[in-house]
């Protein structure tokens, strides 16, 4: 039997205790994180981050800064990686991978119709073409949550496999939005949903829903993952997006992510963070460690 | 032991027919059926396996009755039908008991009259006779009106700092062994009976040895009353011979000792360890008063069960009011 | 797609276990070199001059010189508890007692830091349970408490609630402190005086609330510590004049307590031993399962009565939660108790590795698997990976006898009747954990099972409001909530 080749019932999908989970959760930011686990940490999460910005008034310029600033996250401090993605809409994707070069960075489009996905299928599609042509690296897509809220989840599914075929070799980010799922047996079975349709990712959130990504529903979804990756060989990717801003809970996430899926998800290829002020923080930890003073915002740049 | 008058036939019982007329004295004396005290287990009358029995006296010494002299395997066989009763008995809806406890009484009241009258062979006066049939009934009343209440009582919603909804229960422990007054031959067995099988546990019963008359009567009017059999089983024997068995049998829960015999109570006690049986020694209980009865009666024999389970907690902000 | 077969996945967690030191600082923790009877409010020199080491077992290395007890020095207790309870205790208003006791609960959490620290040294566990548990549980059983102590009225209808007079209590290795509050306290809120007896592996946090307990101006003599071994604790049950035995430990030493003190009318509550039986249905949210296995059998080294050591997973899901748990196992850190990441800590003592050890052995002589994790363990000290067994029969010593230790037995059901019987089918009944999702599941499970506490979705949580204590052969009493208080009172 080819286990990807079944389509699981998802209404059957296993059911997530909150209490439980929560508690889980929880026990991971007991772990302390020291001297060199926390040095390496650190630049793990650099590395994982996807530099974002998604704003109505974004412009060429902008996303030139925030590219600039992906490959020179701080000059001063030899040895530090890149960040792993720049994350713009579709009409940014050609700026940006201009601006990127041969730096090794990856461009990532939000697609059909972000944030809401209240839009066509058609429209949907063509949206996630146009990224692609743009030369975009990774489609970050969003479900139809109203249509999963509605228990169409055959829509849900079909929508979600159509724009993996559109994304041709792009790999496909599915955005479940959580804050609008709300309980995290609607996000596992969203996951499961995702995964089987054909994610190479999933994802928590846009940024423009709170709550965005949380420890819990991080940790619901890293467990959807080990099931199937369990049941089918193939791994999928994981990606909290949004409220992730301080190096201490970057680093939290990375300790659950290290105690549920293990070290061969602990790169960015298997693992992203989807924000824009965390690499800040991290480099503000960074200098901390290395010499031993109290940091200040002011002597790390913004863009 | 020898017979001085014929087994169970009062003076007074002399000038009565069947019929409850006079006796004119014209008419041949009827034979009066004399009736055969057996023991009670799982809902049947055996004679005791051992074949053994004793002679029930009253005061005078005047013969009342062949009383069975219960053995070990009686006790054992008994244990083995009140364990096989527990589990339906406890399972059993609280008002469902209150209701057969009511019919017990029901039972009692109609079989007043034979009550009074095994009393009196049992050198009670007719008041004391009356008295302590009446109480015994209103006894059965007040414990199966506790049936169903005894539990919202003693049961607590415990307010944990978790999310979690906690609550204890009083359940019964499980099959008891008692050994009832042995002074008393009606109200003392009533008075050890009704709390153990209110708060729905299964029990074996020694009765009084020297007024043992009741017990088996007792007995009958339980299996007249819808109590499945096995909850309760009434013995008649020795004290000194059953009670190690009481204390040591690894199948049994708890063990009630109506009695002030220190040694007695020391024995119970240690044998008692040899599973950790729940003791329970009334031994300045005056049965006839009203302090006999109370529902802590139940919650001797009642374990405390804590049930723990999570509570969802979403969107707690939006759903306030 | 290439596809691979299930089996020959397996995920890594090297990395996860392999975190920096990251050790608390002993210097938190005033530990005094030598330690003296707490009698009648002060420290008294024992009369027999004897001392015994206390040593951390992580180390093996000694922490205190404790002193031993012997009749004399426990008959001068019991005196100072008897004069504290007639002259001044008894007497006391109970508004004031609540005083005393807030006071307590007050003072601990004050120096809980230092508790914490002191715990994980003398016992062994690690210090994220002692901080995050033991310690602030404690402080939180007393401040329930004393609140009890001027509204006894209301806690039993129609009766009024009598002291008992000196009580003996006696307490295990496995929750030092915390055994010395759930003691302690409820019998002080019902106005009795105490003579208590910690574990001679453990005595320091006793030794420090005894202090706290000086600090706090209770009345010389309410409550007197004092230390030793097994004869100890034997001379304060049988010591005639107290009124009141209560014990928490081995089902075997509770035995003994009930007859010695058979011809007596000292009152008693037990709180022994369990092998408690977590159940997880088909349905069940697994992975929260799961991690309820783990905190129900891995917590404080599996060194609780309540450990849910007997595992029954419905046959349909055995393979997944085996799978899930051994991936779990992977992620726990055995080690330096001391250290903020272990999860894992110090077997208490030598004899009680001995015990564990034994039952290794034996489960792989009866034929079950043995899977433990591939942690690293120091090689100072006493410690013990995460064990499970599969391939287990009910019929198994492992399964029946209480090991005591971080070590699970794991069998497969199929229906709901036969796990309720199997669950049942042991000498004790002090827990038990039901996992399912199904509402109408749970209250049959929780129903039929005969046990004191019955965690449904959850394990090992405890409260100071929840009453906590056994059927059958796991003792009689309860400890914690509007129940513990029973245990120290007569109604009239």
């Known amino acids: ?303 | ?321 | 797609m290439a596809v691979k077969k299930s089996n020959t996945i397996k995920l890594k967690f090297d990395s996860a276990r392999n975190l920096a030191p990251a050790p608390e600082s002993k210097s938190a923790a005033k530990i005094n070199e030598r330690y003296d009877l707490f009698i009648n409010g002060k420290f008294e020199k024992p009369s027999g001059k004897k001392y015994f080491a206390t040593i951390n077992p992580a180390n093996e290395e000694k922490l205190a010189d404790v002193a031993e007890a012997n009749n004399a020095d426990v008959n001068k207790a019991v005196t100072a508890a008897r004069t504290a309870y007639e002259k001044v205790w008894k007497k006391t208003a109970p508004k004031e007692r609540a005083k005393y006791i807030y006071r307590i609960a007050r003072m601990i959490q004050e120096r809980a830091r230092e508790f914490a620290v002191i715990e994980t040294l003398d016992g062994g566990k690690p210090i994220r349970e002692s901080r995050d548990f033991d310690v602030p549980t404690a402080a939180n059983h007393f401040f329930y408490y004393a609140g009890w102590a001027d509204k006894l009225e209301y806690a039993f209808p129609n009766r009024n609630a009598q002291p008992l007079g000196v009580a003996g209590q006696i307490i295990p290795w496995n929750f030092p402190l915390l055994m010395a509050a759930w003691k302690i306290a409820p019998a002080l809120a019902t106005g009795n005086t105490v003579v208590l007896k910690p574990a001679e592996t453990t005595p320091l946090t006793a030794l420090k609330l005894a202090e706290i307990i000086r600090e706090a101006d209770l009345p010389p003599g309410v409550v007197n510590i004092i230390t030793g071994a097994g004869e100890t604790g034997a001379a304060i049950v049988n010591h005639p004049d107290i009124n009141k035995i209560a014990f928490t430990g081995s089902t075997n030493v509770g035995k003994i307590i009930q007859r010695a003190i058979a011809g007596t009318n000292k009152k008693a509550t037990l709180e022994l031993g369990g092998k408690a039986a977590n159940i997880i249905f088909d349905d069940a949210p697994l992975d929260q399962a799961v991690e309820g296995v783990i905190n129900g059998i891995f917590f404080n080294q599996g060194h609780v009565c309540c450990a849910g050591s007997r595992l029954y997973v419905q046959e349909s899901v055995y393979k997944t939660v085996v799978q899930k748990l051994k991936d779990r196992m992977e992620t726990l850190i055995v080690g330096d108790p001391m250290d903020k990441n272990t999860d894992i800590g110090a077997i208490n003592s030598k004899e009680q590795l001995e015990t564990i050890n034994k039952y290794l052995k034996i489960g792989q002589q009866e034929g079950a698997e043995m899977y433990q994790s591939a942690c690293s363990v120091p090689r100072k000290g006493f410690y013990c990976r995460p064990t499970i067994f599969t391939n287990v029969a009910q019929s198994n010593r492992i399964a029946q006898e209480e090991i005591f230790g971080p070590v699970l037995t794991i069998q497969s059901f199929r229906t709901d009747d036969e796990v309720i019987e199997k669950a049942n089918n042991t000498p004790f009944g002090l827990s038990a954990g039901v996992w399912t999702d199904k509402g109408s599941k749970i209250f049959n499970l929780t129903t039929k099972l005969r046990a004191g506490v019955i965690w449904a979705n959850t394990y090992n949580k405890f409260d100071p409001v929840s009453p906590f204590g056994g059927y059958k052969e796991s003792g009689y009493g309860r400890e914690g909530g509007l129940h513990g208080l029973q245990a120290y009172i007569n109604l009239v």
């Open chain 1, 1 to 303: 039997m080819i286990a990807t080749k079944t389509i699981p019932d998802f209404s059957l999908s296993p059911r997530v205790d909150q209490v439980g989970i929560e508690e889980r959760a929880s026990r991971v930011t007991k772990r302390s994180i020291k001297n060199e686990t926390k040095v390496n940490g650190l630049m793990l999460a650099l590395n994982m981050i996807d530099l974002t910005t998604l704003e109505g008034k974004d412009t060429d310029g902008k996303v030139k800064q925030l590219c600039y600033k992906a490959q020179h996250l701080l000059d001063t401090y030899p040895g530090l990686p890149t960040v792993a993605a720049v994350c713009v809409y579709p009409s940014m994707v050609k700026v940006a991978k201009t601006a990127l070069g041969n730096s090794g960075i990856k461009v990532a489009a939000v697609a059909t119709a972000f944030p809401s996905g209240q839009a066509p299928r058609d429209v949907k599609i063509r949206d996630t073409k146009f990224a692609v042509d743009q030369g975009a690296d990774e489609i970050d897509m969003v479900i139809s949550r109203g249509k999963f809220h509605m228990g169409e989840y055959n829509f849900v599914f079909d929508e979600i496999a159509a724009v993996k075929e559109a994304c041709g070799n792009a790999r496909l980010k599915v955005i479940l939005e959580t804050g609008e799922l709300v309980t995290y047996d609607k996000v596992r079975r969203a996951s499961d949903i995702a995964m089987y349709a054909g994610a190479d990712f999933i994802k928590t959130s846009t940024g423009k829903i709170s709550p965005a990504a949380t420890l819990p529903v991080t940790l619901v979804m890293l467990e959807a993952i080990r099931d199937f990756y369990y049941k089918t060989g193939k791994k999928i990717a994981m990606k909290p997006a949004g409220g992730i801003s301080k190096a201490k809970l970057a680093l939290h996430y990375l300790v659950l992510l290290n105690e549920v899926l293990g070290e061969e998800w602990m790169n960015n290829e298997w693992f992203r963070f989807g924000a824009s002020s965390l690499a800040n923080d991290i480099l503000m930890q960074l200098m901390k460690q290395k010499t031993g003073v109290y940091q200040s915002a002011d002597y790390f740049s913004i863009d």
């Open chain 2, 1 to 321: 032991m020898a017979t001085k008058t014929k087994p169970g036939i009062p003076k007074e019982s002399i000038n009565l027919n069947g019929n409850g007329h006079s006796n004119n004295g014209t008419e041949p004396k009827r034979l009066e059926v004399l009736k055969t005290y057996k023991i009670y287990i799982g809902g049947q009358f055996p004679r005791t396996e051992s074949g053994r029995y004793y002679h029930a006296t009253n005061g005078k010494g005047e013969l009342l009755a062949n009383v069975c002299l219960s053995s070990r395997k009686d006790f054992r066989d008994a244990v083995v039908a009140a364990r096989a009763a527990f589990g339906g008995w406890s399972a059993r809806a609280a008002f469902n008991r209150g209701q057969i406890l009511y019919r017990i009484a029901e039972m009692l009241e109609g079989r007043k009259a034979q009550f009074i009258d095994e009393l009196m062979k049992q050198d009670s006066t007719r008041a004391q006779a009356e008295a302590e049939v009446n109480l015994a009934i209103d006894r059965f009343i007040y414990y199966s009106g506790w049936c169903d209440k005894f539990q919202q009582i003693f049961s607590a919603v415990n307010p944990v700092a978790s999310s979690h909804f906690n609550f204890s229960v009083p359940e019964p422990t499980g099959v008891v062994a008692a050994i009832a007054a042995q002074d008393s031959s009606l109200i003392g067995l009533v008075s050890v009976i009704a709390p153990i099988i209110a708060g729905g546990n299964s029990c074996v019963v020694l009765a009084s040895n020297t007024k043992p008359l009741c017990a088996v009567t007792f007995a009958e009017v339980l299996n007249s009353s819808d109590l499945p059999g096995g909850v309760v089983n009434i013995l008649t024997g020795k004290v000194a011979e059953l009670v190690p068995f009481f204390a040591d049998h690894m199948d049994v829960n708890a063990t009630v000792y109506c009695g002030a015999e220190a040694n007695m109570q020391q024995m119970i006690k240690e044998k008692s360890a040899l599973n950790v049986k729940r003791v329970q020694i009334y031994d300045k209980v005056k049965w006839m008063s009203e302090e006999a009865q109370s529902p802590y009666f139940i919650m001797d024999l009642q374990e405390i069960k804590t049930t723990w389970h999570p509570i969802e907690n979403i969107g707690g902000a939006k759903a306030g009011y």
